[in-house]
């Protein structure tokens, strides 16, 4: 069964620093992996969507890297600012099975 | 587009009520899928459709319905309301189960 653990499960820094969210997976044999964020009381905004032929993709100061044979992700935000405070999640996609979820990371972006 | 929408917002029921909590998308997606998300226990699959017709279950369906009449529209309903269906619930679409996932805003669901 393919479990995904997102650490650390929050996280404080202040602005404009570099930071990176981790998340990792049991079942390499993935199809894709996904990054949402969601805001408190809010859905979910997909960010980023890395196809297991893709090492890494990018939006904006997002960058999300993909290595299948350790089973693991990042996601990479650059100069971080208050409004990238949320909660970041990770799924994976194997097949034409559903998403598996992280239990995410919650993010704090001191001003 | 609208892209997902979810009626209501919020909802309060007493135990033992049913209810159906509305799914609909525009983007002519074949894979639609229904989520419960609960503190300290992240985002749970119910029930999930690749395409009009067909549904199946996820890792908790039990006290759950769905059917999938036309592409857009994916109901989910409660047939007898119950303290830990006390949630926020999510659907989810995509054209199919292997691409990007498009979330709605979600239902708040209490069960008192």
């Known amino acids: ?111 | 587009n609208a892209g997902v929408t979810q009626t209501p917002k919020f909802q309060v029921l007493k135990t033992g009520q049913s209810m159906t909590l509305q799914c609909a998308q525009d983007m002519n997606h074949e894979y639609m899928s229904w989520y419960r998300q609960d503190p300290g226990m992240g985002l749970r699959l119910i029930h999930y459709s690749v395409g009009a017709g067909i549904t199946d279950q996820g890792e908790v369906p039990n006290g759950y319905n769905v059917s999938r009449s036309t592409t857009e529209d994916f109901p989910l309903r409660l047939l007898s309301a119950a303290p830990s269906q006390t949630s926020v619930y999510f659907c989810a679409s995509s054209t199919y189960a292997g691409n990007e996932q498009y979330f709605g805003p979600g239902t708040r669901l209490t069960v008192t």
């Open chain 1, 1 to 111: 069964k393919q479990e995904v653990t997102q650490i650390p499960a929050a996280l404080s820094v202040p602005e404009g620093e570099n930071l990176v969210l981790n998340c990792s997976f049991t079942d390499s044999a993935i199809y894709n992996l996904q990054w949402f964020r969601q805001d408190p009381g809010k859905g979910l905004t997909s960010l980023l969507l890395i196809q297991s032929s893709q090492r890494e993709q990018t939006s904006g100061r997002l960058n999300a890297s993909l290595d299948k044979s350790s089973g693991r992700s990042t996601l990479y935000i650059a100069a971080s600012q208050p409004g990238d405070s949320a909660t970041y999640l990770c799924a994976v996609i194997k097949g034409n099975t559903p998403l598996v979820f992280g239990k995410g990371t919650r993010l704090s972006v001191i001003a």
